[in-house]
C-alpha cells in the first residue's frame, strides 16, 4: 500500500488496498475513511481521525489514541450529545497541559454494537464477539493508520479507550494486546457484563496490566439508567463492579500515576457527562510534565442523599491535583459521628444515631469535614402504620399482591382499643422497600374479606386508617 500524502484542504478520494476500495474525505484537521472494510469481522464500517492543527505543516509523529464509538467523540454543532474529544484537547493544549495526540475514532456497528463490544456472552443479552473485534483493531486498523498517518508505534505512546461497553472491550483489548497499548481509557465501563468474570480475567492478567497505565471512572447516577443483575449484595452493579476492579488493581499494587481512579457523584451515563471528565484522562495519559501527587484540595462526597438509622452507604474522598486531575480516595479512615465504618476499602458507612452525623478526613495537610442529617427512621425502608375500626372481633391483613407480582401472606392485626365508640381498633405496622405498593384484604376471623386496599410505600412513614363501620 502506498503511503497517503494529506494536505489541509478538503478533497475526497479512493484507496484500495484494504479489502475493496474505501473513500477518504479530509476536512481541516480531519480525515474520513468510509467503508473501511474488515475481513475479520465481515464488514464496512466508517473512521474517523483528528490530526493536530500542525500536522500538515510538520513532519512530526504523534501519540495515538484508539477510540470506540467513533460517531460520539467529536464536536458537533447540531448535537451536544458528544464527548467534544477535539475541542477537549484543543483547550488543554492551548493550556500548554498536553502533547499534541491523535485520535482514531472508530464507529460501532448499531445492532451489532453489543456483540463487538463484549469479551463473551452474557445471560440474555447475547454478545461475544470482542476478541474478534480486538484483532480487527489490531490487526487491521492500527497497521492501516500506521501505514498512512505519522503516529508514534511504541506502546507508551497508544492508547485504547471507550466508554459504557466500549470501555469494557477497551479494558480487554488491553489485556489481550500489552504490548501495542501502554494506556487503557475505560470511562464509565460496563464491568457488571459478567459480574466477577471480568475481575477474574483481570487477576489473571494483572502482571501485564502493572505495566500499563489504567483510567476508570464511574458516576454514581448511572445506576438508575443502567441494567442491574441480582447479585445479592444490595448494590448497583455499575458501582459495585467498578469500584472491586478499581480495588483489584490497587491492591495490587498500582497506584497513581499509573493508576487514575474517579467517582462522580452526579455522573450519569451520557456524553454530556463524559465531556466533563474525560480533560482527566488526557492530562493522565498526555501530560507534558511529570505528573504531581500533590493536592490542591479534597471534598468528601457520600451517596446516597437521604438517611436513617441503620442504613448504609458509601463514602468517598475526590482531590484536586496541582495538574487539574481529579483523583478518588478509598480505604480511609475517616473519624465518624453517628456513623461507623463498615468497610473500609469500600468506603460503605453504616448511620448508628438520629441527628446531625459528621465525617472529617485528612489526607496530608489537607483536611475535610461533611454532615450528614439523619433521621430516627430508615430513608430505605419505609414503614406503613395501619390502623383499622371494625365491629368484628379480630381482623387481618392478607398481601395478595406485591409490585404487581402475585402473593399470598398474612399480618395479623393487633386489637388496642376496644372501648372506641366506633367500634374495635386494630393495628400493625408493615416495613419494605421504598417504593413498594401491596395490594391487601382485609379479612374478619371467618375469613370474609371486608375491604381491598391499596398500601404505597413512597416515603419514610405512612399511616393509613380504615374505617369499617361506615358502610
Not at 153 to 172: H, P, Q
Not at 193 to 213: M, V
Not at 248 to 263: F, H, R, S, V
Request: charged share 25%; with cysteine.
Amino acid at each position: 500500500m502506498k503511503k497517503i500524502i494529506f494536505s489541509a484542504f478538503a478533497f475526497l478520494f479512493i484507496v484500495s488496498g484494504v479489502g475493496n476500495a474505501m473513500k477518504m474525505i479530509t476536512n481541516k484537521n480531519f480525515v474520513i475513511i468510509q467503508d473501511f472494510e474488515s475481513k475479520i469481522l465481515t464488514n464496512k464500517r466508517t473512521i474517523r481521525v483528528y490530526l493536530p492543527k500542525n500536522y500538515f505543516n510538520s513532519s512530526e509523529y504523534y501519540p495515538v489514541i484508539y477510540a470506540q464509538d467513533g460517531q460520539n467523540l467529536f464536536f458537533d454543532p447540531n448535537n451536544k450529545m458528544k464527548w467534544d474529544l477535539d475541542k477537549n484537547i484543543e483547550k488543554l493544549r492551548k493550556e500548554d497541559k498536553i502533547k499534541d495526540v491523535i485520535v482514531v475514532g472508530i464507529d460501532h456497528m448499531g445492532v451489532q454494537r453489543i456483540t463487538e463490544y463484549t469479551p463473551f456472552p452474557f445471560s440474555s443479552y447475547g454478545g461475544g464477539k470482542g476478541k474478534l473485534y480486538g484483532e480487527f483493531l489490531v490487526k487491521e486498523v492500527k497497521p492501516f493508520i500506521e501505514a498512512n498517518f505519522r503516529v508514534k508505534t511504541n506502546r507508551e505512546d497508544v492508547a485504547v479507550m471507550g466508554s459504557s461497553l466500549g470501555g469494557l472491550i477497551s479494558l480487554y483489548i488491553g489485556m489481550w494486546y500489552p504490548e501495542q497499548f501502554g494506556i487503557i481509557g475505560s470511562v464509565s465501563p460496563s464491568y457488571w457484563w459478567g459480574l466477577d468474570k471480568n475481575l477474574a480475567e483481570a487477576s489473571n492478567n494483572i502482571k501485564s496490566l502493572k505495566t500499563q497505565k489504567i483510567y476508570i471512572d464511574m458516576g454514581y447516577r448511572e445506576q438508575s439508567t443502567m441494567f442491574k443483575e441480582k447479585n445479592g449484595r444490595g448494590v448497583s452493579n455499575v458501582i459495585y463492579t467498578t469500584k472491586e476492579m478499581f480495588l483489584l488493581l490497587q491492591k495490587n499494587g498500582m497506584d497513581y500515576p499509573n493508576l487514575l481512579y474517579i467517582e462522580d457523584l452526579a455522573g450519569e451515563h451520557n456524553e454530556l457527562i463524559w465531556k466533563e471528565r474525560i480533560t482527566n484522562f488526557l492530562i493522565f495519559a498526555f501530560s507534558k510534565k511529570k505528573l504531581s501527587s500533590e493536592l490542591k484540595n479534597i471534598e468528601i462526597y457520600y451517596y446516597p442523599n437521604e438517611w436513617g438509622i441503620g442504613d448504609m452507604g458509601y463514602l468517598f474522598v475526590n482531590g484536586v491535583t496541582e495538574d487539574g486531575i481529579t483523583r478518588t480516595f478509598l480505604g480511609l479512615t475517616p473519624e465518624l459521628e453517628k456513623l461507623k465504618l463498615f468497610d473500609k476499602d469500600r468506603g460503605i458507612i453504616q448511620a448508628t444515631d438520629s441527628g446531625t452525623g459528621t465525617i472529617s478526613v485528612k489526607i496530608g495537610k489537607l483536611q475535610a469535614k461533611k454532615e450528614i442529617k439523619i433521621e430516627p427512621i430508615s430513608s430505605i425502608y419505609c414503614v406503613a402504620e395501619i390502623n383499622v375500626v371494625s365491629p368484628t372481633k379480630s381482623v387481618q391483613l392478607v398481601v395478595t399482591n406485591q409490585d404487581k407480582m402475585k402473593t399470598n401472606y398474612v399480618v395479623p392485626l393487633l386489637l388496642v382499643d376496644s372501648t372506641n365508640e366506633s367500634g374495635n381498633v386494630f393495628s400493625t405496622k408493615i416495613t419494605n422497600l421504598r417504593g413498594t405498593i401491596i395490594d391487601a384484604d382485609i379479612v374478619d376471623e371467618n375469613g370474609n374479606v371486608l375491604k381491598s386496599v391499596k398500601l404505597i410505600m413512597n416515603s419514610m412513614y405512612k399511616k393509613y386508617t380504615f374505617n369499617l363501620t361506615n358502610k
